[in-house]
């Protein structure tokens, strides 16, 4: 089993982090796991994505190319990223800030308004925890508790407080998914 | 539950750096290295470290050279650029027979190019780099851990040879991140002492750490010892990795990240009934030149991969020495060849050869 995904988004979104806590939950699960950055110029508001490899066997390429799955949190992420899904792929958008349709035919399509679902919770900023819950619903990779484990280790100390909100965050996006 | 650790390749060579019994670290920012020093100033003052940000590349590697002289294990980072304005303190340290630790995390070029990663330092790093005739040691991690244990070698092998050794990785090495596991923690006091570090004279002779050498004669003894000592090199300390070339009928030679990459082209072609190898040179000096002698022998054509327009292919096509063609793929300017366009060139080239 050798998962491959892209996680985009405009900077500030959390798609690093999120990358980050999948990968770090993978790991957990004593898998091999990559996460690789776009390191462009970019900043809060440009755009910016992470390559997230979660697998049974050695990773080769930790460049994605062809993704089994793409998590669009903005318009132009699911414009750049969606036709590089494999045939069959899952494409999750954030229905919230996304109202288009995807070019393509031969996807899985899961909608999730990641902001007003965040929002509900208690802050919008844990859109990208919706969209998590929404991966690890739809695509069989980690277990929602190595999600947890890997959350409490990314987020710093001082954040700490905030993991009951994330939990809960990531339940909403994973309910959404069900639907 | 394990534990590995998830960890940037920047900061697990500066980490791995630390464990190593280093504790001092001079640079200069430049992307896509910054993590590597800015975990150094973080980390090295909690281990009584010294971390200085120098006010430019040339300031930092004399630096090193003042603090490799004293015997200390000594490290610095840069991205190509930076690594430029360094090769003439480098050069220096070589004359010195200093030993050292430079991380070059490649970016595109030439002159101050991009930020995204590649593979063009080779030359650079494998050939001198700077003035006269000196050579680094030269180490090519593929992955974090490797970049891990690379560093540790790394500071073994530099007090081994009283030579700078060069961890040379690209962009991609150093942002991704991969679980990481440390080995046990040195501390500098456990070093065995350099009997030839100028720390204090008292009851003895002087011991003089310096390259100016104004006698002919002194300078070439000095030059044919530094050449024994890269021929112990290539005797001793060749690192390499082959897969799948027990039956390749065609093999790719591609190192660091390029030869991930690689390998998942390698395993696409395999599914199709293409029987190829990886060769994937670790040392970059010394070069394993009868590793890749040997698989030449054998395939009927070698692909070099790079992350530049070619210039491991030169070493290639001296270590196969005309026993089989080989051919070159790679992009550049910081574009990352996708392991679909190597695939499509091992087939072409496998149709072209069938033809």
Same mark, same amino acid.
């Not at chain 1, 998962?3 to 690093?16: L, R, S, T, Y």
């Not at chain 2, 980490?15 to 290295?33: D, L, M, V």
């Given at each position: ?31 091999? !796991? ?19 490899? !979660? ?86 990779? !980690? ?37 | ?28 920012? =430049? ?133 700078? !050794? ?6 991609? =090495? ?182």
């Amino acid at each position: 089993m050798m998962k491959e995904v892209i996680i985009a988004g405009f900077g500030g979104q959390g798609v690093m982090l999120m990358g980050q806590i999948l990968a770090g939950a993978g790991m957990i699960e004593g898998k091999e !796991v990559s996460w690789l950055p776009s390191y462009g110029p970019e900043m809060r508001g440009g755009t910016a994505n992470c390559h997230v490899i !979660v697998s049974e066997e050695r990773i080769g390429s930790p460049f994605v190319t062809n993704p089994d799955v793409v998590v669009a949190m903005n318009l132009p992420s699911m414009d750049k990223f969606a036709p590089q899904l494999k045939e069959g792929g899952i494409l999750i958008i954030n229905s919230s800030l996304i109202k288009e349709e995807p070019d393509r035919q031969d996807i899985r399509v899961i909608k999730i308004p990641a902001n007003e679902l965040a929002g509900e919770v208690g802050s919008d900023r844990a859109a990208n925890m919706v969209a998590l819950g929404a991966v690890i619903e739809k695509v069989k990779i !980690v277990e929602v508790d190595s999600i947890l484990s890997s959350l409490k280790k990314n987020l710093p100390e001082r954040h700490h407080k905030l993991i009951p909100l994330n939990e809960e965050a990531l339940k909403k996006g994973m309910e959404a998914a069900r639907e | 539950m394990t534990d590995k650790i998830l960890m940037k390749g920047n900061e697990a060579i500066a980490e791995a750096a630390i464990k190593a019994g280093c504790r001092f670290f001079f640079g200069y920012p =430049i992307t896509p290295q910054n993590e590597l020093p800015a975990y150094m100033a973080r980390r090295l003052p909690m281990e009584d470290g010294v971390f200085l940000q120098a006010e430019s590349e040339v300031a930092a590697i004399n630096m090193v050279y003042g603090a490799a002289g004293a015997g200390a294990r000594v490290m610095t980072s840069s991205s190509s650029p930076g690594i430029s304005l360094k090769q003439e303190g480098i050069s220096y340290m070589a004359g010195s027979e200093l030993p050292g630790v430079i991380v070059n995390i490649i970016r595109g070029g030439p002159g101050l190019g991009g930020i995204q990663p590649a593979q063009s330092d080779y030359l650079q790093a494998t050939k001198g780099g700077g003035h006269g005739d000196y050579r680094l040691l030269v180490l090519a991690p593929q992955s974090v851990q490797e970049a891990v244990d690379l560093t540790t070698e790394a500071f073994e092998l530099a007090d081994k040879y009283r030579n700078p !050794v060069m961890i040379l990785g690209d962009g991609m =090495i150093g942002q991704m991140m991969e679980p990481v596991e440390f080995g046990e923690e040195i501390s500098p006091e456990d070093l065995p002492k350099k009997e030839w570090a100028t720390v204090g004279n008292k009851d003895r002779k002087p011991n003089i750490i310096n390259s100016l050498s104004l006698q002919a004669e002194k300078l070439e003894e000095l030059n044919i010892r530094l050449q024994k000592k890269y021929e112990k090199m290539k005797e001793e300390e060749v690192r390499v990795e082959t897969y799948k070339t027990e039956d390749a009928d065609y093999a790719i030679v591609a190192f660091g990240s390029m030869a991930r990459i690689a390998l998942s082209a390698i395993e696409r072609a395999r599914e199709e009934g293409v029987k190829i190898g990886l060769i994937r040179p670790i040392s970059l000096f010394p070069y394993p030149d009868q590793v890749v002698g040997k698989v030449a022998e054998q395939v009927k054509f070698m692909l070099t991969v790079e992350m530049s327009c070619g210039q491991m292919v030169e070493d290639v096509r001296l270590a196969a020495n005309g026993r089989c063609p080989v051919y070159f793929y790679g992009r550049s300017g910081g574009v990352v060849p996708t392991s679909q366009e190597i695939y499509e060139k091992i087939m072409e080239l496998v149709r072209g050869e069938k033809e």
